[in-house]
């Protein structure tokens, strides 16, 4: 049999002691207001990108058919909202670890809400036998 040595009892004047757990270091009010206003920005760019992707699917999907074109218009709305998570990440925002899920819960609700307007929107616009778009004049 072989023999171990015994097992020292941590010493409590260690300062390496991993009893004591890790805290973040506390911002300034700077840093906060610097951070809101950045994920105010990806909120924004968020929406942007929705409006302009929804209405962008009505004439990118237009040869497909039925059910294919709603799987197509859901798969390029993910695209776009990993586009806008890219961009989000690009913006060093320098979330915390504990808030680095707001990168992409930041808006995700609202994206795809008006993702789903627009879409829905401009296809209606554009189909609808009693609209008529001739009406308009541009300036």
Same mark, same amino acid.
């Given at each position: =049999? ?74 390029? =709305? ?12 690009? =913006? ?25 307007? =627009? ?7 554009? $189909? $609808? ?11």
């Amino acid at each position: =049999m072989t023999k171990h040595p015994k097992k020292k009892a941590p010493d409590s004047n260690d300062p390496t002691n991993g009893d004591i757990p890790e805290t973040e270091p506390i911002d300034t009010e700077d840093e906060l207001t610097r951070r809101k206003r950045l994920l105010d920005r990806l909120f924004w760019v968020r929406i942007g990108l929705a409006a302009i992707g929804g209405t962008i699917a009505t004439f990118l999907f237009e040869p497909i058919e039925g059910e294919e074109r709603r799987w197509a218009s859901i798969i390029f =709305m993910i695209i776009i909202f990993i586009v806008s998570a890219v961009i989000g990440k690009g =913006m060093k925002i320098g979330l915390p670890p504990s808030d680095r899920k707001k990168l992409i819960t930041t808006g995700i609700g609202t994206f795809v809400f008006v993702y789903l307007f =627009m879409w829905i929107l401009s296809y209606t616009l554009i $189909h $609808h036998p009693s609209v008529d778009l001739t009406a308009i004049k541009p300036l």
